[in-house]
């Protein structure tokens, strides 16, 4: 049963059941909490690998980049991610948990990177 986001708001996120207050991610085995970025409003490709995303294996990633879409994916991520064979998405929060639940309930292997805030 793969982990979906019940709920989102400003600052807030519920995945199954449990609430959430700062930025996490969504593996297809885990929840990572408290989800910090070298670079507040940017996603560097040390933001994935210190919290060892990589060590995962899924398909597409989902980036959540904040309620108001502030967040930037750098171009090294997008190129590592390519390199790996691994589709992406950013979205802001909003509309990348509605993407991430639907590519979740499809079976497929989804990692979803949410900014709760901005």
Same mark, same amino acid.
């Given at each position: 049963?793969?982990?979906? #986001? %019940? &709920?989102?708001?400003?600052? %807030?996120? *519920?995945?199954?059941? %449990?609430? &959430? +207050?700062?930025?996490?991610?969504? /593996?297809? +085995?885990?929840?990572?909490?408290?989800?910090?970025?070298?670079?507040?409003?940017?996603?560097?490709?040390?933001?994935? =690998?210190? &919290?060892? #995303?990589?060590?995962?294996? @899924?398909?597409?990633? *989902? @980036?959540? /980049?904040? =309620?108001?879409?502030? *967040? #930037?994916?750098?171009?090294?991520?997008?190129?590592?991610?390519?390199? %790996?064979?691994?589709? &992406?998405?950013?979205?802001? +929060?909003?509309?990348? #948990?509605? +993407? =991430?639940?639907?590519?979740?309930?499809?079976?497929?292997?989804? *990692?979803?990177? @949410?900014?709760? /805030?901005?």
């Amino acid at each position: 049963m793969p982990l979906l #986001v %019940r &709920y989102y708001e400003f600052g %807030r996120i *519920v995945v199954d059941g %449990r609430e &959430y +207050t700062r930025d996490i991610i969504i /593996t297809p +085995t885990r929840v990572i909490e408290n989800w910090w970025r070298r670079e507040g409003h940017r996603v560097c490709l040390d933001d994935l =690998y210190k &919290y060892g #995303v990589f060590d995962e294996q @899924f398909d597409i990633i *989902v @980036f959540g /980049t904040g =309620y108001y879409g502030l *967040v #930037v994916i750098e171009p090294e991520v997008i190129e590592e991610l390519k390199r %790996r064979g691994i589709e &992406y998405i950013a979205q802001p +929060t909003r509309d990348a #948990v509605d +993407t =991430y639940n639907k590519l979740a309930r499809e079976g497929r292997r989804v *990692v979803g990177a @949410f900014h709760l /805030t901005c």
